[in-house]
């Protein structure tokens, strides 16, 4: 079971959020998959604009712990660097 599932808007940041948990390369692969990282979970951006996607949304998010909205990375970048560490 992952920690964490990030779900927001195409471009919000949730990509780089789950790559900088990880102390990855940032790297953009545009895709309509769900991605697994090591303590997240990362949504398309594309399945919370369009209601034809909730249920995977819904199935996704059955396999965390935690589930998250993502608004905007800058405004909330230490408060997330802080947050993993509390559930690690």
Do not use: H, W
Not at 2 to 11: D, L
Not at 39 to 50: F, H, K, L
Request: glycine share 6%; hydrophobic share 30%.
């Amino acid at each position: 079971m992952k920690n964490i599932i990030f779900m927001g808007k195409t471009g919000c940041g949730k990509t780089t959020l789950c790559q900088k948990l990880d102390k990855l390369e940032l790297i953009y692969n545009k895709t309509q998959s769900i991605q697994l990282y090591t303590d997240s979970i990362d949504t398309p951006g594309e399945y919370i604009e369009n209601r034809g996607f909730y249920n995977a949304l819904i199935v996704a998010a059955s396999d965390a712990k935690i589930k998250e909205k993502k608004l905007n990375l800058n405004k909330y970048r230490e408060y997330y660097s802080e947050y993993k560490e509390q559930f690690l």
